[in-house]
């Protein structure tokens, strides 16, 4: 069974500094690897996706990279804004099924 | 497309009480998945749909839990009886293989 790990669980940054969120798997014959952001209430919003062949993957702030062999994926969000916070949640796709870690709980402070 | 679409946004319902859920996929995605979200247990994926076919309902946590796909715009989740713990936000959402998952907003339900 795969389990998705996402450490830290929170964290809490001043406004413009670099986000460097992790998430670790067990089982690298993945499919592909998704990030999502999820605000309080609200449904799961797709940021990026990465398939299995990819090392990385960008969108304007963000860049997400992937290393299979090592069971890793690293989120990093530019220039961070108080916008930018939220619960980011890591999922791994094998077997077209995704599993889910619990996520990181960003806080930017303006 | 409008993305995929759930309702109702919020349940309350007595204990006993047989809840439904509904999902309306994004138009062409041939995967349907359910999820739960708890505090406890994070995102649990309940069962899952390829081309209107349940392939996997090995996260259907009890009997009590069904699952339907009549056709490939519509799902419902239904719950018979209901009990407090079945409490959550239960998800739907869909994709195309091997491509980007997009989820619906939710249904908060909550069983008293």
């Known amino acids: 069974k795969q389990e998705v790990t996402q450490i830290p669980a929170a964290l809490s940054v001043p406004e413009g500094e670099n986000l460097v969120l992790n998430c670790s798997f067990t089982d690298s014959a993945i499919y592909n690897l998704q990030w999502f952001r999820q605000d309080p209430g609200k449904g799961l919003t797709s940021l990026l996706l990465i398939q299995s062949s990819q090392r990385e993957q960008t969108s304007g702030r963000l860049n997400a990279s992937l290393d299979k062999s090592s069971g890793r994926s690293t989120l990093y969000i530019a220039a961070s804004q108080p916008g930018d916070s939220a619960t980011y949640l890591c999922?791994?796709?094998?077997?077209?099924?995704?599993?889910f870690g619990a996520g990181t709980t960003v806080t930017v402070r303006a | 497309d409008a993305g995929v679409i759930q309702s109702p946004r919020h349940e309350v319902t007595e204990m006993g009480q047989e809840v439904t859920l509904r999902c309306k996929p994004i138009s062409g995605h041939d995967y349907l998945f359910w999820y739960r979200q708890t505090m406890m247990r994070g995102l649990e994926l309940l069962i899952y749909?390829?081309?209107?076919?349940?392939?996997?309902d090995s996260g259907m946590p009890e009997d009590r839990f069904s699952a339907k796909m009549p056709n490939a715009s519509f799902s419902t989740l239904k719950i018979q009886p209901s009990e407090p713990r079945d409490s959550a936000v239960y998800f739907c959402a869909s994709s195309l293989v091997g491509q980007e998952a997009f989820f619906g907003q939710g249904t908060r339900l909550t069983v008293v």
């Open positions: 749909f390829n081309n209107n076919v349940p392939i996997d």
């Open positions: 999922a791994v796709v094998n077997d077209y099924k995704l599993s």
